[in-house]
């Protein structure tokens, strides 16, 4: 295996238990109109993001090692799936995050305003998807799902 | 570039060159096996220092490792 694509796998399963985690604790007993006044959810929800913020500059540390003697362990073809899935990953983020916010406007319009918890959910989603998807599409681009690059 | 029309002799070519692996291959014009593999599956598109640099190292015109058909 490449060490772009351990890091890569080290990075979704990493980002993966961060969005479940926060999912899991944000919609928890009443939801995000709640999560604002709930200081213990958000430390758990804070302490999910943490293990990404920090998990993950730690498994690049993990997978640093020296490539064996003549070996290469990144080349062009590594470059260009990285280039390309942070590329597609951070048109994806904003794009999901337009559809967030109009989903809100939608849901919000009668009443005029957003529970704050809710901007706690946009902030942290934005951070993890801007980490999950480019992950997720490299990994996707290394193993052949999407289409064949080009140097 | 549509898929197909770039096809490569690139594991013919290993094989008459004294069997050589893919990881040698990929030793010798410095990228890793991955890349190898996926080039013979025609998933990639080299960039053409690298495709210069396996038609040196298999020792054969450019032409002969790839074809364009248009």
Known sequence: ?151 | MPKGELRNQIRRLRFEHGEMTQQQLADRVRCTRQTIIALEQGKYLPSLALAFRLARILGVPIEEVFQYRG
């Open chain 1, 1 to 151: 295996m490449t060490q772009a694509r351990l890091r890569n796998l080290l990075a979704l399963a990493i980002w993966v238990i961060v969005a479940v985690g926060f999912a899991m604790t944000v919609f928890a007993s009443g939801g995000p109109a709640t999560y604002a006044d709930d200081s213990q959810r958000r430390v758990i929800g804070a302490v999910f993001l943490a293990i990404g913020i920090f998990g993950t500059p730690l498994a690049r540390l993990l997978t640093r090692g020296k490539a064996q003697a003549g070996h290469v362990h990144r080349d062009e073809r590594d470059e260009w799936i990285d280039a390309k899935a942070t590329s597609i990953g951070m048109i994806a983020v904003v794009m999901l995050v337009f559809l967030g916010g109009i989903a809100l406007w939608e849901a919000y319009q009668d009443p005029g305003c957003v529970p704050v918890g809710w901007m706690w959910v946009v902030a942290y989603a934005t951070l993890i998807l801007a980490h999950l998807a480019p992950a997720a599409i490299a990994l996707a681009f290394d193993l052949g799902v999407l289409r064949r690059a080009e140097g």
